[in-house]
């Protein structure tokens, strides 16, 4: 299954405006999750591009970091940095998060086994783990290759495979997503 994410600024350097960007991903087979990226816009600007996405797209819609955007979105995704700022206690953490965002999903950012096992205790609708391969938007980022698909074995959230990820991969479970990122539009 795929969860499409696209990151604004990816798409800003590529040239690709995010409406034609978002109707190219209409003509995949259904995308039940998209998750909205944008690290350096205004919230107004976040708004926007939520309301242009719910224009062309009826599943599942996600925002990265940004839970005063969470009336526009169907869930959040927040980092390992972000949720801890909420609190150094994990658990803490997801419960401001959750008093912000009632029942909606969210979900968090994971990078090892140590990461999942703790995110196992935690009130979670799902994890990302990754990266998977190196990209342009993460080449700084810890590849854990064929690693993280034994490390997602000890999850008990639904997981999506990050970074680097693409179309022809194929993952046993207990990976129940293929985070396919910005460089779909090719």
């Known amino acids: 299954m795929i969860y499409a994410l696209v990151d604004k600024e990816t798409l800003t350097q590529k040239g690709v405006s995010l ?11 259904h995308i039940p999750i998209l998750q909205y990226r944008n690290k350096s816009a205004s919230l107004e600007e976040k708004k926007s591009d939520l ?10 819609l996600i925002i990265n970091d940004v839970v005063e955007l969470i009336d ?32 909606k999903l969210l979900g968090l950012s994971t990078h090892n086994k140590e990461e999942i096992l703790e995110a196992n205790t935690l009130e979670l ?12 938007t993460k080449s700084e980022a810890n590849v854990g290759g064929e690693a993280l698909i ?11 495979m990050i970074g680097g990820v693409r179309l022809d991969d194929v ?16």
Do not use: C, N, W
């Open 171 to 186: 993952f046993e479970p207990p990976i129940v997503y293929k985070v396919i990122g910005s460089g779909l539009y090719r």
């Open 125 to 136: 609708d799902y994890i990302g783990l990754g990266a998977y391969r190196a990209t342009e």
């Open 150 to 160: 034994d490390a997602a074995s000890y999850s008990k959230h639904p997981v999506g």
């Open 72 to 103: 526009y979105a169907d869930g959040l995704h927040i980092g390992q940095e972000d949720i801890r700022s909420y609190s150094d206690d994990l658990q803490e953490a997801v419960k401001m998060v959750r008093q912000k965002i009632g029942t």
């Open 51 to 60: 309301l242009l996405i719910r224009q062309y797209y009826d599943g599942k």
């Open 19 to 29: 409406q034609a960007h978002i109707q190219h991903l209409s003509t995949f087979p």
